[in-house]
Structure formats: C-alpha cells, structure tokens
C-alpha cells in the first residue's frame, strides 16, 4: 500500500518565480492537506482540498494556489517567490466521511524549497 | 496566541532513562489530539490519535494519555533510535473538516 508520494524532493528557485509542487494521496483516502513547515517550526496549515475544492484555508497570501484532480492528487503552486517562502512543504492526506469528520492525516516526505 | 504549547523544547536522555514530553492545548471542543514523530528533513510519521480525556494508547515504549487540558507523551526505557522531534497537533470544532494546529515540537535525543 503506497502512502504519500510527492515530488521533486528537492527544488531551488529564485525570487520572483513560480513554483509548483506535486502530492499523490494514501491509497484510499480523498483530502489532501498542505502544510509548511519552517526550520525549528511546527507545520503551519496552508490549505486543505476535498471534492476537488478548496474548503479551508490558513493565513496565507493568494500567491499560495492549489488543485485537486479528479484520482485526489493535488498540486500547490506559489507565485512571485519570497525569501521567506524557503521551507519544508508537506502534503497530508486523510479520509472525509459524509459527515464532513475525518481521521489521521498521514504526512509525505516533504518537498524542501529554497529561494535564493 | 499560540493554541498548542510543547515542552520541553529540547530533552537529552541517557539510553533506559525514562521521561515525559508535555502537550498543553488551549482549544475549547476538541475532536482530536495527535502525535507525530519527525526525522530531520522528513514528513511527519503519525504515532497516536486521542480523542477523549482518559483515553490512553501505547506503541512499543511509547505511551501517549490525554487530559482535558494537556497529553503526555511517556517514553519508557528509550533507545538511541527514539532520537527525534515529536509533535503534537490538535483538531477542534472550530476547525472544519480536519484542519491541524500544531506545537513547535520537542527535539529528543537519546545517548548510548
């Protein structure tokens, strides 16, 4: 059973680009999540995916975009790159049941981004 | 304000020493508590959920119990591979279909 898979594992960009990040969910589950992660930081939440639709998002700036596809994979673009964008980004993936809970988010390896 | 306050922030033990890494929370209504062990430059690997106060689950030497107010996390006789930083997140009802909020998290490091 393959859990979650993002990619690349490493990237470096300049400011001013755009960037964009992939996830494939845990077999099974439906949500994606995607979280950033600074050094000596807990994960902060960027937003969460679901029925192919942004359905929360944390604070942060509209150059942060995302997408769901329709097999639950899901991409996190970041326009107009920052310094301060360099961190560890992580993708997590649950289940949401019908009645709008969900369980465990399950985290994948992370895509470490610096900006230089 | 932060909702999610880990202590210690650093804890070095000796190999079989045994210790308790805390987890306070200051939500009201919580759905969820959960811990998660994190390698350096890796994505967090989920260890427990807890979801009512009382409630209490264990994995090899880990324990994890929850209160109304605060988790522990107890570690008996640790081995250097225990070496990580645990985090601590938490689910409330304010908070839709999942969202986590996480603690900075306590570095653990366990010496031969």
């Known amino acids: 059973d393959a859990g979650v898979t993002q990619s690349p594992t490493h990237l470096i960009k300049t400011r001013g680009q755009q960037v964009t990040l992939r996830c494939s969910p845990k077999?099974?589950?439906?949500?994606v999540s995607w979280y950033q992660q600074a050094l000596g930081q807990g994960p902060q939440f960027i937003f969460q995916?679901?029925?192919?639709?942004?359905?929360q998002r944390g604070n942060f700036p509209d150059r942060f975009s995302g997408h769901q596809f329709p097999n639950y994979s899901s991409e996190l673009n970041v326009n107009a790159l920052l310094l301060g964008d360099s961190a560890l980004y992580l993708c997590a993936s649950s289940l949401t049941f019908t009645s709008g809970s969900t369980y465990e988010q399950y985290f994948g390896p992370g895509t470490r981004l610096t900006v230089t | 304000e932060d909702q999610v306050t880990q202590s210690p922030e650093a804890l070095r033990l000796q190999e079989g020493e045994s210790s308790s890494l805390n987890c306070s929370y200051t939500v009201s209504g919580l759905r969820g508590l959960f811990w998660y062990r994190q390698d350096p430059g890796k994505g967090p690997e989920f260890l427990f959920t807890l979801y009512s106060a009382g409630e209490e689950k264990e994995k090899e030497r880990l324990k994890a119990t929850l209160t109304k107010k605060e988790s522990f996390l107890h570690i008996t006789a640790p081995k250097p591979e225990d070496s990580a930083t645990y985090l601590c997140?938490?689910?409330?009802?304010?908070?839709?279909?999942?969202?986590?909020?996480f603690g900075r998290g306590t570095q653990l490091t366990v010496w031969p």
């Open positions: 077999s099974g589950h439906d949500t």
């Open positions: 997140a938490v689910h409330h009802r304010g908070s839709t279909l999942g969202r986590l909020y």
């Open positions: 995916y679901y029925e192919e639709e942004e359905r």
